[in-house]
Nanobody, 124 residues
């Protein structure tokens, strides 16, 4: 079992940056694919980024490519999402999720563990 706790959200102006962190419990963090998803009010949850066990493979939704970077530190049991050039449409609750297979996925139903989320608000 993995427990996930996100942090780093907040209010930022358009064009600004935030770095989200997701701390995981357990000693097998390096055996989980990690993902970031977001959900805006009145909208469905959507994929943002995912990273493989080793961190060698990363994938992003098109709208964040070149602006967001996912990374992980297996020694610290933490995955990060660096968000630059933020836009108002990035406003959402951001959740990290863990998948116990070394195969990345953009599908939320393929992730077994979820954090409670952290709010990101981008003002125009």
């Amino acid at each position: 079992q993995v427990q996930l706790v996100e942090s780093g959200g907040g209010l930022v102006q358009a064009g600004g940056s935030l770095r989200l962190s997701c701390a995981a419990s357990g000693r097998t963090f390096s055996s989980y694919v990690m993902g970031w998803f977001r959900q805006a009010p009145g909208k469905e949850r959507e994929f943002v980024a995912t990273i493989s066990w080793s961190g060698s493979r990363t994938y992003y939704r098109d709208s964040v490519k070149g602006r967001f970077t996912i990374s992980r530190d297996n020694a610290k049991n933490t995955v990060y999402l660096q968000m630059n050039s933020l836009k108002p449409e990035d406003t959402a609750v951001y959740h990290c999720a863990a998948r116990p297979f070394d195969e990345t996925s953009r599908n939320d139903y393929e992730y077994s563990y979820w954090g409670q989320g952290t709010q990101v608000t981008v003002s125009s």
